[in-house]
């Protein structure tokens, strides 16, 4: 297995484990990390494709649709296609995670 690229996005990292070329463009894995504090895209939408934010370490502020979760290890957040989004680090540690 390769080490995937790492892309910077301003204060983000984010590595693409599966492009949507390599699955026909149903589905693509990317895992992000968040540092504290981080400057993180605004609020947005995707049209074309659900998303599922899963926490690996730290924690992420998700907003979807206005409400409001935290994201921690080992929990999920369903984003459903179309849905205003946004996350944010607005904790003390550097968080870690990915989007599918």
Same mark, same amino acid.
């Not at 981080?38 to 605004?42: I, L, Y």
């Given at each position: 297995m390769t080490? =995937? /690229?790492v892309m910077k996005l301003g204060q983000l990292a984010?590595?693409?484990l599966l492009e949507g070329s390599q699955s026909g463009g149903?589905? $693509?894995i990317? /895992?992000?990390d968040v540092p504290s504090g $981080? !400057?993180? =895209? %605004?609020a947005h939408s995707h049209d074309a494709y659900d /998303? @599922? %934010?899963y926490g690996l370490k730290g924690v992420l502020t998700f907003t979807v649709a206005g409400k409001t979760n935290d994201v921690g290890p080992g929990e999920v957040r369903f984003i459903p296609r179309g849905v205003i989004? !946004? @996350?944010e680090n607005i904790y003390e540690a550097d968080a870690t995670g990915p989007a599918v």
């Open positions: 080490t =995937p /690229e984010v590595r693409f149903s589905a $693509a990317f /895992e992000f $981080a !400057r993180v =895209p %605004g /998303e @599922f %934010g989004r !946004r @996350f």
